[in-house]
């Protein structure tokens, strides 16, 4: 197979292990898929919108995509709040939306539910706000925690819950309109990282009384990597800039500016503006975002009957988390003996790379199975069918009719 995918730095979603030597396998060729959650596959379409030279950065009709890719990203949230693109990564997007809500010695309070919420707020933490964890584990929020923690703040001294909708480690969903509801009328602004969800579970940023909101390029809007955005409500809006406000981050400056440097804080990314735009347009006007949500909410639930199918017979596969509401719809994480040698095989053997086991008990016998952004059930027959080889190849004991499950499931599905 051909080369791996590239190593992105320890803190975030780190690549699968490199393939064993090429000459090992006797399938050799043909395409990769690659199955992590995040950077997720881009089409062809949108590398092709990018593949162009640079135009003049000063002329109107690069400003005119620009004004439709900022519309575009507002129907994606369901929102007719503020919104600053940045030129970054998810991180960047958390710093951008804390040196704007924050200043130094501010209360925040993050609901974990596994590595990156607790990254998030060891983040938060090194800009000087004071945070303190709900701390749910590798589960998604429990409402009834946060209201009874925010009944003991009556002076309403936190300034934002902070919450991610999935926790890409640990493949959950929180419930974001039940963490609204559990605010009450505390003032907090509710914050939600929708990184690994937008464009691939409903976000309804203003229905929801979403304040912040966080999501980068690289996961369901199926672009490259490397800008983010922060979508923010006229309450979060209100506080002006604070101590940790630098120039470069206030989100005023960026927020409908009638100049497209000042959208993105000097020359604008311009590939990833009509990669954007190709990719937006495809999502919001071709298959329609109600549809995106919908697929990707099958192809969880095929990914799903498959493990469970698995799990059949107590070798050990199963499901990390078990109820299925509290599942994320473009990523599923995986309890498997045997984890590690099997991403190993599928990638040398297949050419599938499937996510590491990141924040499990035990990351050397847990997977994740990406189905975010552009992918459809013929990629993801391929790749649970790639494990279930994997499985056989290497010993695994699992139960029988996991590749039956998964194809009824999307022919019939519930
Ligand atoms: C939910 C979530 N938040 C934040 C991040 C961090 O994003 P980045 O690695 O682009 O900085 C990730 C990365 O995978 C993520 O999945």
Request: aromatic share 6%; with cysteine; glycine share 10%.
């Amino acid at each position: 197979m051909s080369s791996a995918p590239v190593s992105a730095p320890a803190s975030t979603d780190p690549a699968p292990t490199a393939p064993a030597s090429p000459g090992t396998s006797p399938y050799q060729g043909g395409p990769d898929i690659i199955a992590i959650p995040g950077p997720s596959p881009v089409p062809a379409r949108v590398l092709n919108a990018a593949h162009r030279a640079s135009p003049d950065i000063y002329g109107a009709p690069l400003a005119q995509v620009n004004l439709q890719v900022m519309a575009q990203l507002k129907r994606l949230a369901g929102t007719r709040a503020h919104l600053a693109p940045y030129i970054g990564n998810g991180h960047a997007g958390w710093e951008a939306a804390s040196a704007n809500m924050f200043d130094r010695g501010d209360q925040a309070l993050v609901l974990t539910s596994g590595h990156f919420g607790r990254s998030w707020a060891e983040m938060t933490e090194g800009l000087g706000v004071a945070v303190e964890r709900l701390d749910f584990g590798n589960l998604p929020p429990d409402p009834a925690r946060l209201a009874e923690r925010l009944a003991r703040d009556p002076e309403g001294r936190i300034r934002a819950v902070m919450v991610c909708q999935t926790d890409t480690a640990s493949a959950t969903l929180a419930d974001i309109p039940a963490i609204r509801a559990a605010m009450g009328d505390h003032p907090a602004l509710l914050v939600v990282d929708a990184i690994a969800s937008l464009g691939c579970a409903p976000m309804r940023m203003d229905d929801w009384g979403v304040d912040v909101l966080i999501a980068a390029s690289q996961k369901g809007l199926m672009c490259p990597p490397g800008t983010v955005f922060v979508w923010f409500s006229d309450k979060a809006a209100a506080r002006g800039a604070t101590g940790l406000t630098s120039p470069w981050w206030d989100w005023h400056g960026r927020a409908g500016s009638d100049a497209l440097w000042r959208f993105w804080g000097g020359t604008p990314p311009v590939q990833q503006v009509f990669a954007l735009s190709e990719a937006l347009t495809m999502i919001l006007d071709e298959e329609g975002l109600e549809a995106v949500w919908s697929r990707h909410a099958r192809l969880a639930r095929a990914t799903w009957a498959a493990v469970d199918a698995w799990s059949v017979g107590g070798g050990g596969v199963r499901l990390s988390v078990a109820d299925p509401a509290a599942r994320a719809a473009s990523v599923t994480a995986v309890t498997m003996p045997g984890a590690d040698a099997l991403r190993d095989w599928a990638t040398r053997e297949c050419g599938v790379t499937l996510g590491v086991g990141l924040g499990a008990p035990d990351p050397a016998l847990a997977l994740r199975i990406a189905h975010m952004g552009h992918c459809n059930p013929g990629v993801l027959l391929g790749v649970l069918g790639a494990i279930e080889a994997g499985m056989i190849a290497l010993d695994i004991p699992h139960g029988s009719g996991a590749l039956e499950a998964a194809a009824a499931s999307i022919a019939r599905p519930a």
